[in-house]
Nanobody
């Protein structure tokens, strides 16, 4: 399984960005796809996740109502639309995939087996 992240960049506070993760190497029907982020000096933290089959989603509290995770079955991709961005959203964003992740464990980075390279998101004040 390979995950390729794209998107990100620099935006002013209040703006929007979209990051995408293209997956290859499996069918992904039994997978949960997640986005995590890490800023300097901090642990990697959960942002959002989606179950490939059924589309159940989960969000970290601070991004609820601002971020939307979605999947594109035709492109084997998972997108994270980020609106109303804040300087504290600045981080390297990583996509991840885990097979058979239960819903209550979607926030746990140890539940994910595969990781993409990070993509930088910088929000200026």
């Amino acid at each position: 399984v390979q995950l390729q992240a794209s998107g990100g960049g620099l935006v002013q506070a209040g703006g929007s960005l979209r990051v995408s993760c293209t997956a290859s190497g499996d069918t992904f029907r039994g997978y949960v796809m997640g986005w995590f982020r890490q800023s300097p000096g901090k642990d990697r933290e959960f942002v959002a996740a989606i179950r490939w089959s059924g589309g159940h989603t989960s969000y970290e509290d601070s991004v609820k109502g601002r971020f939307t995770i979605s999947r594109d079955n035709g492109k084997n991709a998972v997108n994270l639309q980020m609106n109303s961005l804040k300087p504290e959203d600045t981080a390297v964003y990583y996509c991840a995939a885990g097979r058979g992740v239960i819903l209550s464990n979607m926030h746990n980075n140890q539940a994910y087996t595969y990781w993409g390279q990070g993509t930088q998101v910088t929000v200026s004040s």
